[in-house]
């Protein structure tokens, strides 16, 4: 179909104003909510980690192989799950994507409540990983499909639900654990999240027609009026490019979800009460999941008025910041809470800026299937994962994995400023030349 162009000068007006385009914040709300569904596998693993090792005697390095496959699967598999999307329709994709990826949810959490074994452990990683890499890259996509003019705002509300929607169940899934059992914990929340999803499916759909923007009046949100197919877009050194900073950033962010628990017991204030009762590691969860959360639509919308590249300037050298902070005065317990906040703040963001720039740069009509391609990064930085306890043996201590990652977030602020800024216009120039001839 052709593509619908709307002008910036009343584009909000002109979106709510469209039949095709009536229930969009409805749409965005119901991914919100399929997004926090499936958030806790990742951001309270950490919960899961020593009570696996105490009743199962498999070392932490093995458990967290689970994690890396759970990461990968949720990314790598993306793209075939977007092209399902992509390929059904808007009608049927989204609802058949959610509904499956639910289901497999659900499953493999079961299958981690019952694993005996390591093989088990990581088959309902895979399993798990799969389905939710299905619901995050739909949501997403349907995002940045119906919210061309808050492209960054809805793609961070949208991915705010996978950082923000943990807050709500760590403590609950660490009190199950104290008191049922870290099986029963996986096997309640795997079977209540699935049921759910399974319902909300039946009313997810995307816009009729692709939508992009014409004549804008924001110099700083370049948006293509040409849709690359995905075997375009993997020919472009833009792609690769954003793909490289997302791996980046990625890993450094990564390697914080997953070693949280074991660096605050390491620091020996693990167990420590600092508020109503909760210990330092409650506290430090609850505050980073939420402040995770609140980036990704804060500096998404940002970027809708700033440009992407310089907020992605922004964001990562206050990341750099914040790992250096780590670095040298994390050690008590409130200090801790205050940079891992902040570390979340300043990482979590990547997954609305990058959606963002990767449909902005390459169009809408298969911006699910392009997206959940640049999404595979965040898989392949998971593998580096565990290269953070490698270090940390190595020196002796957490303050060189900080140290490193404040390095990575300042060479991915010079890639952005000197590199994809200046390459994306380049681009957009040629787009607009060639449209013009």
């Given at each position: 179909?052709?593509?619908?162009?709307?002008?910036?000068?009343?584009?909000?007006?002109?979106?709510?104003?469209?039949?095709?385009?009536?229930?969009?914040?409805?749409?965005?709300?119901?991914?919100?909510?399929?997004?926090?569904?499936?958030a806790?596998?990742?951001?309270?693993?950490?919960?899961?980690?020593?009570?696996?090792?105490?009743?199962?005697?498999?070392?932490?390095?093995?458990?967290?192989?689970?994690?890396?496959?759970?990461?990968a699967?949720?990314?790598?598999?993306?793209?075939?799950?977007?092209?399902?999307?992509?390929?059904?329709?808007?009608?049927?994709?989204?609802?058949?994507?959610?509904?499956?990826?639910?289901?497999?949810?659900g499953?493999?959490?079961?299958?981690?409540?019952?694993?005996?074994?390591?093989?088990?452990?990581?088959?309902?990683?895979?399993?798990?990983?799969?389905?939710?890499?299905?619901?995050?890259?739909t949501?997403?996509?349907?995002?940045?499909?119906?919210?061309?003019?808050?492209?960054?705002?809805?793609?961070?509300?949208?991915?705010?639900?996978?950082?923000?929607?943990?807050?709500?169940?760590v403590?609950?899934?660490?009190?199950?654990?104290?008191?049922?059992?870290?099986?029963?914990?996986?096997?309640?929340?795997?079977?209540?999240?699935?049921?759910?999803?399974?319902?909300?499916a039946?009313?997810?759909?995307?816009?009729?027609?692709?939508?992009?923007?014409?004549?804008?009046?924001?110099?700083?949100?370049?948006?293509?009026?040409?849709?690359?197919?995905?075997?375009?877009?993997?020919?472009?050194?833009?792609?690769?490019?954003?793909?490289?900073?997302?791996?980046?950033?990625?890993?450094s962010?990564?390697?914080?979800?997953?070693?949280?628990?074991?660096?605050?017991?390491?620091?020996?204030i693990?167990?420590?009460?600092?508020?109503?009762?909760?210990?330092t590691l409650?506290?430090?969860l609850?505050?980073?999941?939420?402040?995770?959360?609140?980036?990704?639509p804060?500096?998404?919308?940002?970027?809708?008025?700033?440009?992407?590249?310089?907020?992605?300037?922004?964001?990562?050298?206050?990341?750099?910041?914040?790992?250096?902070?780590?670095?040298?005065?994390?050690?008590?317990?409130?200090?801790?809470v205050?940079?891992?906040?902040?570390i979340?703040?300043?990482?979590?963001?990547?997954?609305?800026?990058?959606?963002?720039?990767?449909?902005?740069?390459?169009?809408?009509k298969?911006a699910t299937?392009?997206?959940?391609?640049?999404y595979?990064?965040?898989?392949?930085?998971?593998?580096?994962?565990?290269?953070?306890?490698?270090?940390?043996?190595?020196?002796?201590?957490?303050?060189?994995?900080?140290?490193?990652?404040?390095?990575?977030?300042?060479?991915?602020?010079?890639?952005?400023?000197?590199?994809?800024?200046p390459?994306?216009?380049?681009?957009?120039?040629?787009?607009?030349?060639?449209?013009?001839?």
């Amino acid at each position: 179909m052709p593509n619908r162009r709307l002008g910036s000068m009343n584009v909000s007006e002109n979106i709510s104003g469209l039949p095709a385009l009536r229930g969009r914040w409805v749409q965005l709300s119901l991914g919100v909510l399929c997004m926090a569904l499936i958030a806790n596998l990742q951001y309270a693993w950490t919960l899961f980690v020593d009570p696996m090792h105490v009743a199962r005697g498999w070392s932490l390095a093995e458990i967290q192989w689970a994690f890396s496959i759970f990461i990968a699967t949720e990314t790598w598999l993306t793209p075939a799950a977007g092209a399902i999307v992509d390929r059904l329709g808007p009608r049927t994709g989204p609802s058949l994507t959610i509904a499956g990826g639910g289901l497999l949810v659900g499953i493999g959490w079961v299958l981690n409540a019952y694993a005996e074994s390591l093989a088990l452990l990581y088959l309902g990683a895979a399993v798990s990983g799969t389905g939710a890499g299905a619901i995050y890259a739909t949501c997403v996509g349907n995002a940045v499909k119906w919210f061309p003019d808050r492209r960054g705002l809805a793609v961070g509300l949208t991915a705010a639900g996978f950082g923000a929607g943990a807050a709500l169940t760590v403590v609950p899934i660490r009190l199950t654990i104290g008191a049922a059992g870290y099986q029963q914990a996986f096997l309640w929340f795997g079977i209540g999240q699935a049921v759910v999803l399974v319902i909300v499916a039946k009313v997810l759909r995307g816009p009729d027609q692709p939508i992009v923007l014409s004549n804008q009046g924001n110099p700083n949100l370049r948006q293509s009026i040409r849709s690359s197919t995905s075997l375009e877009m993997l020919r472009s050194p833009i792609f690769w490019l954003l793909y490289a900073m997302f791996l980046c950033v990625s890993a450094s962010g990564l390697m914080a979800t997953a070693q949280l628990g074991p660096i605050a017991k390491d620091y020996g204030i693990s167990n420590t009460a600092i508020f109503m009762g909760a210990s330092t590691l409650s506290v430090a969860l609850v505050v980073d999941n939420v402040l995770n959360g609140v980036a990704r639509p804060v500096f998404g919308g940002l970027s809708d008025r700033i440009g992407r590249e310089k907020t992605m300037a922004l964001a990562f050298s206050l990341g750099a910041f914040s790992y250096w902070l780590l670095a040298v005065a994390g050690q008590t317990p409130w200090a801790f809470v205050l940079c891992a906040g902040l570390i979340f703040f300043t990482w979590g963001e990547i997954f609305s800026l990058f959606p963002s720039t990767c449909t902005d740069t390459f169009g809408p009509k298969y911006a699910t299937t392009n997206a959940s391609l640049l999404y595979t990064a965040k898989g392949t930085s998971a593998f580096l994962v565990p290269l953070a306890n490698v270090l940390k043996s190595a020196t002796g201590s957490w303050e060189s994995v900080f140290l490193v990652a404040a390095v990575t977030n300042v060479v991915v602020v010079l890639l952005a400023l000197f590199v994809l800024r200046p390459l994306r216009a380049s681009q957009m120039r040629k787009a607009q030349i060639a449209a013009a001839s």
